[in-house]
């Protein structure tokens, strides 16, 4: 984000303040009312009946999940905290946001199918009122925005593999639709905003990405298999694992994402790495690399699960220059690596915070 002028960064600075303000007291609020649920829980529970008992572990769980999702989320980024061109605002897109920027990258949604499936209001919540809440901000501060949309646009495609210039093949009330659907009417709003309003917007078409810093939990198919191996517990396959994939490494993709929107490239691009493999041989390479002696364990079928996937780079790669550089392997070892940490650190089970440094404010040290 960088401000404009003199007055505009007053009213940055003023507006910072202000974001902060309500981001702290949201932030309160929200745990205010996990912890007012648990209270009132508590109560419950000690009036000593044995089911509301049970039932209360099962309501606080998730809640407890969702303060460890938070404290996770945070450590992801822990790492630009404190550098002089980076903040973190807590904030979601289903609601309007007031700032100053030049360039929106519109990545927030959940991605994988388990976090899009659990609560597909939201899902579609957030990339329809989300992407319409950023354009709206695009629009009023005059920045240009890149939607992060996907190859499940797609569908279950009839042609392969697939380009830019095909429709799509998505059945618009089964379990993923929620996403494709939310990601397919997100991608008609910028190009409405475009035509109408004249706001500046890229599109990229991301096919499956992988790599360090991924949710423990994210249910996608290599971090599944990865953690699967890594604990010796069987390999999940959906199906004969004859669908195909295609996976590119996260750094590729970060790559393209910003070619894509420093490019006057005004169409969907697909990014994605196009070495296509089958679930099964995936699933057998990262046991290899793993060193792993777990087995491979055939599940029924998903529905609507997409037999085919592999994106057509030559639009990126004409317009943009760009392709993917990250060996399959090389991206592998480097989440397996970052996996194992993981869970040596979930079995230590321990935040240790940092230590933070004394801070100056007016003159003074503030210890906090
Ligand atoms: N990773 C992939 O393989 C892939 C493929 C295609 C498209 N994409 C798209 O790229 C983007 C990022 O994917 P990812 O793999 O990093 O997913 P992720 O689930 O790891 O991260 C998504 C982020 O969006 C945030 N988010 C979700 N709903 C929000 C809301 N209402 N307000 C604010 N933030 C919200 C989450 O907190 C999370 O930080 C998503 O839009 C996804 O659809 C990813």
Same mark, same amino acid.
């Given at each position: 984000?960088?401000?404009?002028?003199?007055?505009?960064?007053?009213?940055?600075?003023?507006?910072?303040?202000?974001?902060?303000?309500?981001?702290?007291?949201?932030?309160?609020?929200?745990?205010?009312?996990?912890?007012?649920?648990?209270?009132?829980?508590?109560?419950? $529970?000690?009036?000593?009946?044995?089911?509301?008992?049970?039932?209360?572990?099962?309501?606080?769980?998730?809640?407890?999940?969702?303060?460890?999702?938070?404290?996770?989320?945070?450590?992801?980024?822990?790492?630009?905290?404190?550098?002089?061109?980076?903040?973190?605002?807590?904030?979601?897109?289903?609601?309007?946001?007031?700032?100053?920027?030049?360039?929106?990258?519109?990545?927030?949604?959940?991605?994988?199918?388990?976090?899009?499936?659990?609560?597909?209001?939201?899902?579609?919540?957030?990339?329809?009122?989300?992407?319409?809440?950023?354009?709206?901000?695009?629009? =009023?501060?005059?920045?240009?925005?890149?939607?992060?949309?996907?190859?499940?646009?797609?569908?279950?495609?009839?042609?392969?593999?697939?380009?830019?210039?095909?429709?799509?093949?998505?059945?618009?009330?089964?379990?993923?639709?929620?996403?494709?659907?939310?990601? =397919?009417?997100?991608?008609?709003?910028?190009?409405?905003?475009?035509?109408?309003?004249?706001?500046?917007?890229?599109?990229?078409?991301?096919?499956?990405?992988?790599?360090?810093?991924?949710?423990?939990?994210?249910? =996608?198919?290599?971090?599944?298999?990865?953690?699967?191996?890594?604990?010796?517990?069987?390999?999940?396959?959906?199906?004969?694992?004859?669908?195909?994939?295609?996976? $590119?490494?996260?750094?590729?993709?970060?790559?393209?994402?910003?070619?894509?929107?420093?490019?006057?490239?005004?169409?969907?691009?697909?990014?994605?790495?196009?070495?296509?493999?089958?679930?099964?041989?995936?699933? $057998?390479?990262?046991?290899?690399?793993?060193?792993?002696?777990?087995?491979?364990?055939?599940?029924?079928?998903?529905?609507?699960?997409?037999?085919?996937?592999?994106?057509?780079?030559?639009?990126?790669?004409?317009?943009?220059?760009?392709?993917?550089?990250?060996?399959?392997?090389?991206?592998?070892?480097?989440?397996?690596?970052?996996?194992?940490?993981?869970?040596?650190?979930?079995?230590?089970?321990?935040?240790?915070?940092?230590?933070?440094?004394?801070?100056?404010?007016?003159?003074?040290?503030?210890?906090?």
């Amino acid at each position: 984000m960088v401000s404009k002028g003199p007055l505009l960064r007053l009213l940055t600075a003023i507006n910072r303040r202000r974001m902060k303000l309500l981001m702290g007291l949201a932030f309160v609020a929200y745990v205010a009312s996990v912890w007012g649920n648990f209270v009132n829980m508590r109560t419950l $529970q000690e009036n000593g009946d044995q089911k509301v008992e049970s039932k209360i572990e099962e309501a606080v769980a998730p809640l407890r999940e969702k303060i460890k999702d938070l404290e996770k989320r945070k450590r992801n980024v822990e790492h630009w905290i404190g550098h002089e061109n980076f903040e973190l605002i807590n904030h979601d897109v289903v609601e309007p946001l007031y700032i100053e920027v030049d360039q929106i990258y519109h990545l927030a949604s959940p991605a994988s199918p388990p976090n899009y499936m659990y609560n597909p209001i939201k899902t579609l919540k957030t990339n329809t009122i989300g992407t319409l809440n950023m354009l709206g901000l695009a629009k =009023r501060v005059g920045a240009r925005l890149l939607l992060a949309s996907t190859s499940e646009v797609y569908g279950d495609p009839e042609v392969h593999p697939q380009n830019e210039d095909y429709w799509g093949h998505v059945n618009p009330i089964g379990p993923r639709a929620c996403y494709d659907e939310g990601k =397919r009417v997100a991608e008609t709003m910028c190009y409405a905003y475009m035509k109408q309003e004249g706001v500046e917007v890229r599109v990229a078409r991301i096919f499956n990405t992988f790599g360090p810093r991924m949710h423990m939990n994210d249910g =996608r198919v290599v971090s599944n298999f990865i953690l699967q191996a890594l604990q010796g517990e069987p390999l999940t396959v959906y199906g004969p694992g004859t669908q195909t994939r295609a996976f $590119q490494y996260v750094s590729d993709l970060v790559n393209g994402l910003v070619a894509l929107m420093n490019s006057n490239v005004s169409s969907p691009v697909n990014l994605g790495n196009p070495e296509e493999h089958t679930i099964l041989e995936f699933a $057998q390479l990262i046991k290899k690399l793993v060193g792993s002696g777990s087995e491979i364990q055939f599940l029924s079928e998903a529905q609507d699960d997409p037999q085919k996937r592999k994106p057509d780079i030559r639009k990126a790669k004409l317009l943009l220059g760009w392709e993917p550089v990250v060996p399959l392997e090389e991206g592998l070892n480097k989440a397996i690596h970052y996996f194992r940490k993981e869970l040596e650190y979930q079995a230590n089970n321990q935040y240790i915070p940092k230590p933070k440094p004394a801070r100056m404010k007016k003159g003074r040290t503030r210890h906090n």
